[in-house]
T-cell receptor
Framework: DADVTQTPRNRITKTGKRIMLECSQT?????MYWYRQDPGLGLRLIYY???????NKGEISDGYSVSRQAQAKFSLSLESAIPNQTALYFC????????????FGPGTRLTVT | AQSVTQLDSQVPVFEEAPVELRCNYS??????LFWYVQYPNQGLQLLLK??????LVKGINGFEAEFNKSQTSFHLRKPSVHISDTAEYFC?????????????FGKGTKLTVNP
């Protein structure tokens, strides 16, 4: 079984709809991250959380919100989806003892029409 | 600001040929460097990392990278590639910003291995 899972794996939605992407992990890590990947742009950090009560904005947080429901769960919401949020979204986790190393989920491909 | 530059967006190569994927970083303090690989339709997987010690780092699948402080580089190499190495490769630097440890990624290099 995968240590970091993301649901759904693929989603097509319409402009203006609210959508939630979910991430769960069984690694027991405190730290969780949301990235988006666009062709030619690499990965950009949206939000990150170092424990259940800690939420921080990344470099591209506008238009997104997050919820850390438990140590193992970190959700990303698009309150009103727009076409330029079409991208591949990754969740990642890390542990203080591993320093900077992060472990990634399989990704969610989101298309906003 | 700390950043990572991957000098080639695409690298085509024939099977069994050597390959080098180039990565330069900017950092004024301690450097922690990573290479991740993304196979088609998958998440990112760690290939190798440099935290300290020997400047030549060996990773999985026969890849290695050399940390060069004077050149601020961390190029990834493999002496003989396979078709299965076709993937996108990301270089990343670990930074501490506002007391938080994060990774900053390069834009990626797509390696295509042709028969």
């Amino acid at each position: 079984d995968a240590d970091v899972t993301q649901t759904p794996r693929n989603r097509i939605t319409k402009t203006g709809k609210r959508i939630m992407l979910e991430c769960s992990q069984t690694k027991g890590h405190d730290r969780m991250y949301w990235y988006r990947q666009d062709p030619g742009l690499g990965l950009r950090l949206i939000y990150y959380s170092f424990d259940v009560k800690d939420i921080n904005k990344g470099e591209i947080s506008d238009g997104y919100s997050v919820s850390r429901q438990a140590q193992a769960k970190f959700s990303l919401s698009l309150e009103s989806a727009i076409p330029n949020q079409t991208a591949l979204y990754f969740c990642a986790t890390s542990d203080l003892r591993d320093g900077y190393e992060q472990y990634f989920g399989p990704g969610t491909r989101l298309t906003v029409t | 600001a700390q950043s990572v530059t991957q000098l080639d967006s695409q690298v085509p190569v024939f099977e069994e040929a050597p390959v080098e994927l180039r990565c330069n970083y900017s950092s004024s303090v301690s450097v922690y460097l990573f290479w991740y690989v993304q196979y088609p339709n998958q998440g990112l997987q760690l290939l190798l990392k440099y935290l300290s010690g020997s400047t030549l780092v060996k990773g999985i699948n026969g890849f290695e990278a050399e940390f060069n402080k004077s050149q601020t580089s961390f190029h990834l190499r493999k002496p003989s590639v396979h078709i299965s190495d076709t993937a996108e490769y990301f270089c990343a630097v670990g930074i501490t910003q506002g007391g938080s440890e994060k990774l900053v990624f390069g834009k990626g290099t797509k390696l295509t291995v042709n028969p």
